[in-house]
């Protein structure tokens, strides 16, 4: 019963090739988007998970009214976190990324 059902999709195609390859080329890229999809939402899923403990580690963010809408930064300044320390007991410990390459290897506007 197959062979047959195989045979007739068979004359099908090609009785009607112009048909046939846009309906496999469709489906083909279809698929192949599907596929790109979920690699990226993958990627993006995985992103930071190679820290052990990536459940305790959080990311601050400033928010700030800016007319009638509020507006996110991510940036603040570097001493923040210095006196927070003692007085929340959940932070272990704190760090940050620095744009600019002479924050980065320690160089002040000062020398």
Known sequence: MIRNYLKIAWRNMTNNKLYSIIKIGGFAFSVAICI???????????????????????????????????????????P??????????????SGGCSPTLYLAQGVTSSQ
């Not at 690699?39 to 998970?49: A, C, P, T």
């Not at 923040?80 to 410990?93: A, G, W």
Request: net charge positive; no cysteine.
């Open 36 to 78: 790109l999809i979920l690699l990226y939402i993958r990627h993006e899923k995985s992103y930071d998970r190679m820290y052990p403990d990536m459940d305790r580690v959080f990311r601050l963010v400033i928010q700030a009214p800016d007319g009638d809408k509020s507006v996110q930064y991510l940036s603040f300044p570097a």
């Open 80 to 93: 923040l976190l210095r006196p927070s320390r003692p007085k929340y007991l959940v932070l272990n410990q």
